[in-house]
């Protein structure tokens, strides 16, 4: 009897665990189809982490500011959290901290390959947020934290460029 309940318990945990995965994981591939079959005017890609304390400290502002552009703007966070942290420490960060966002998990280990898929320029520090015009086929690439004032100037600016 004993068994049948530790059997049980087992399984719980597990099917627990599965239940909660919740963020996706994507290829750098992803994010070209992501930005390619986006209907939105801007799409902005904060790339961060839940190591990285200056990454934490802005998501609430980046977050709050970017759902008052919705429909204008489409965005993703992409967490570049080890393998290791993928799909349990991810989701118990996001359920503790109650961010409501579209999250992802960036599935590469080859920051010579990813980086430049993002900007050609990007050392790989973040935070990082790169902002795409559909309108005008244009990028930003901005490597540091933002406020929330900087953030959306940024998307004021991509969004009034009428060129």
């Known amino acids: 009897m004993n068994k049948i309940i530790v059997v049980i318990l087992v399984s719980f945990c597990f099917l627990n665990d599965a239940s909660a995965q919740k963020v996706p994981k994507w290829k750098v591939t992803d994010f070209k189809n992501f930005t390619d079959t986006s209907n939105s005017e801007l799409v902005v890609i ?33 967490s570049l959290d080890a393998d ?3 799909p349990r420490k991810l989701n118990r960060f996001i359920k503790k901290h109650h961010f409501k966002f579209n999250a992802v998990w960036l599935d590469e280990t080859n920051a010579d ?28 690439f901005i490597e540091s934290e933002m406020s929330a004032d900087e953030f959306e100037q940024h998307i004021q600016s991509f969004l009034l460029d009428k060129k």
């Open 46 to 78: 904060n790339l961060w982490a839940t190591f990285c304390k200056p990454c934490v400290e802005e998501l609430p502002d980046l977050i709050r500011v970017s759902e008052k552009y919705k429909g204008k703007l489409n965005m993703v966070f992409v």
């Open 84 to 86: 290791k942290d993928y």
């Open 113 to 140: 390959y990813f980086c430049p898929a993002f900007d050609s320029a990007w050392s790989g520090s973040i935070p990082g947020t790169l902002f795409i015009s559909k309108k005008t086929n244009s990028r930003l």
